[in-house]
Structure formats: structure tokens, C-alpha cells
């Protein structure tokens, strides 16, 4: 068999402002699974490779730079930077990250400032998340962030945060002529008129459909709803026609109609 890897780069972009809706908005959502296209998908990752944010706060009162004297001790002037970034009026961008649909973890937060002298800030969010070059997210990754209210209210006016960034789809692919395990049949046993009938119900698991004509009518298939005499897939008297999702990529209904009574016999295995 043939493994094939897809690797595709995305653009992260996400506008907050005083319009948009509270609590933790997903930036990136990671959930690739399953079959499609008659290949099966191995694996799906995501690297998260550049993820900043950019913030012009103007509804706060701008921030005072710290008065740092040549006598102070470098733990002096860092505790004096430290109470301007978490002591000022601010907001508070955090950060989460989940492995499921439901459940977000805190992974760390951000003072949004009105810089004194500078009109916007920009801050790199990945030092947040890992110490490496990218965030690996696996399947099933998310990474969110939430605007929290500190005690300095909410965005307002022109208040303007961008999220931007790029990350990595990686996608392991088994080439489409691969046939997947069947796990169980269900037999068919359809008597077939002049009236058009579902002879196969759609099936999202199905892998391999067989249909005979044990009748003396011919029998005229369709995949949809709806079949139509002396159009779509013709079944001869004793003929039969089958496929697997590799052959056709179709999981819906299979109708059948008859010139006359017939018979179809048959399974659907999944």
C-alpha cells in the first residue's frame, strides 16, 4: 500500500473588538478523521508555527513608564516594569488550548495596555504555548483566547486585537485503491415493480454494495431517491452489479424500478 503526505499552510486570522461575542473564541481547530474519498486519512496534525497578536487599546488612559533609577537593583527594576504591565489599567488576553469539543484549559494571559507614546502593541503569542519552534496539536487540537475582564471593564470604541499567524496541516493519506476491513453484511431481499422503491438505504459506513436480478424483469438503479425506466444502471435478468467505496465514493439511497416484477437479492457490508 501507498502512504501519501499532504502538507498545506493556513493563515490564522482573527479580528476582537468591542462587537464581538465574550467568552473563548477558537482561532484554530484541528479534527480530521476518518475516510473520504475513498482513501482513508492516517493521521492529521497541526503545527502552529507563528501566532502574534497585535492591540491598539485607546478606551484606557495611557500607562506611566516606570521611574527606574540608577540605584536600583536589577530585581528593583523588574518588579517596577512587572507593576506597570499587571498593576495599570488593562484588559487581559488569555489563552487556552483543548484536545476535545468541550473543554478548554488556561495555558497563560497578556496585559493589553495603552502603551504611553506608541500606538499599538504587538505580542508573540507561541512563547505562551512552548518553548519550541511550533505548538504540535495533533487530531484534535483547538487553541482559543478570551478577552477577561480584570476590573478595568471591556473593549470599547476603537479598541482593535488581531490574532494572525500561520500553521501547518499535515495529513497522512492512504492512497484510494485501498480496500478497507469489512466488519459485517446485511442481506438484501427486494421485490422490485413498476413503481420506484429504496433498495439499499443510505449507509454513511458502507465499504461494498452487490445487487442480482434473481427476477425475469430487467431492473434499472439509481443512486438517489428516485429510478426511472430504461434510465441509469441497467440489471439484466440473472446480471448483478456491484461496487466498493474505492470503485464509487456514494454512502446514499440506491432506488430500483422494474418493466415488470422482479427480484433483487444481495448485501451491503460495512
Known amino acids: 500500500m501507498t502512504i501519501i503526505t499532504y502538507n498545506k499552510v493556513l493563515t490564522i486570522v482573527k479580528k476582537i473588538d468591542s462587537t464581538s461575542p465574550t467568552g473563548i473564541i477558537p482561532i484554530i481547530t484541528n479534527s480530521l478523521t476518518g475516510i473520504t474519498g475513498g482513501g482513508q486519512i492516517l493521521s492529521a496534525n497541526a503545527f502552529i508555527k507563528n501566532l502574534k497578536a497585535f492591540a491598539q487599546i485607546t478606551s484606557l488612559p495611557p500607562i506611566n513608564l516606570p521611574n527606574i533609577s540608577i540605584e536600583d537593583s536589577e530585581t528593583e527594576r523588574l518588579y517596577k516594569v512587572l507593576d506597570v504591565e499587571w498593576q495599570s489599567p ?20 497578556i496585559s493589553l495596555l495603552n502603551p504611553s507614546g506608541y500606538p499599538y502593541r504587538i505580542y508573540n503569542l507561541l512563547d505562551l ?95 438517489g431517491g428516485t429510478a426511472l425506466l430504461n434510465e441509469g444502471i441497467p440489471v439484466q435478468p440473472g446480471g448483478a452489479f456491484d461496487f466498493s467505496i474505492n470503485d464509487v465514493a456514494y454512502l446514499g439511497e440506491i432506488s430500483a424500478v422494474s418493466t415488470g416484477g ?6 451491503q457490508s460495512t
Open 90 to 109: 488593562r484588559f487581559q488576553l488569555n489563552l487556552y488550548i483543548s484536545n476535545n469539543t468541550t473543554d478548554w484549559y488556561l495555558v497563560g494571559g
Open 129 to 223: 504555548y512552548t518553548d519550541n519552534l511550533a505548538v504540535e496539536l495533533g487530531e484534535n487540537g483547538r487553541v482559543g483566547v478570551e478577552i477577561k475582564e480584570v476590573g478595568h471593564g471591556s473593549l470599547a470604541g476603537n479598541d482593535l486585537i488581531t490574532i494572525h499567524g500561520s500553521y501547518v496541516l499535515e495529513i497522512v493519506i492512504e492512497e484510494a485503491n485501498y480496500i478497507p476491513p469489512i466488519i459485517n453484511s446485511t442481506p438484501i431481499n427486494k421485490i422490485i415493480g413498476t413503481a420506484s422503491t429504496i433498495a439499499v438505504p443510505a449507509t454513511p459506513t458502507r465499504k461494498y454494495v452487490l445487487l442480482t436480478n434473481t427476477g425475469n424483469s430487467p431492473i434499472y438503479l439509481n443512486f
Open 262 to 267: 422482479s427480484q433483487l437479492l444481495g448485501i
